[in-house]
């Protein structure tokens, strides 16, 4: 507990059960963070590092410092360039066109607005639709949006797993320093 927190306590002029309530919100920003990894229209990183960070200024910094917080901000920036890069290598590697890559990327932006069948089928449609203008070939536009949706997987995949490291990395920080 920081002096300041310490001082209020003693002096009467802070509320004990603050400090329950900043970790209580911590908590559910974490929680809400993870389910919004998979689940559409919420910032997941986002919101787990807003509650590591909370939970981090609870404490007062003593257990997770700056050097913690960084990584943890460099890991939640990383999560949002996963998605592109894994559905783009995905799609150059098995050649589709640029017009496939900009349709997966218009499809992914659109299915957000259907919810998880839409995130599941908004990169694959777009793709497929994408090569189609370049390619009258279905069996092309096909592999295109296999390529896209294999990408939206494997992105999401590593998500989770970069969700979960930043997680691991704050518990290790809070109970091992």
Excluded: C, Q
């Amino acid at each position: 507990m920081s002096r300041s927190r310490k001082r209020a306590l003693a002096t009467g002029t802070a509320n004990p059960h603050d400090g329950l309530v900043i970790w209580a919100l911590a908590v559910v920003l974490v929680v809400v963070g993870l389910a919004g990894i998979v689940l559409p229209a919420l910032p997941g990183t986002v919101l787990i590092f807003a509650g590591l960070l909370l939970a981090a200024w609870a404490d007062g910094f003593v257990r997770v410092g700056a050097g913690t917080i960084v990584l943890l901000g460099i890991l939640t920036v990383a999560t949002y360039f996963v998605d592109v890069a894994t559905m783009a290598l995905g799609m150059k590697r098995l050649g589709t066109t640029k017009r496939a890559m900009v349709g997966a990327a218009i499809g992914s932006v659109a299915g957000l607005f259907f919810g998880l069948p839409g995130l599941i089928i908004g990169p694959f449609a777009g793709a497929v639709v994408g090569e189609l203008t370049a390619h009258r070939d279905f069996g092309r536009a096909g592999r295109a949006g296999l390529a896209a949706w294999l990408g939206f997987l494997i992105g999401t995949i590593v998500k989770v797993g970069l969700a979960f490291a930043m997680v691991g990395i704050f518990l290790t920080a809070w109970f091992v320093a």
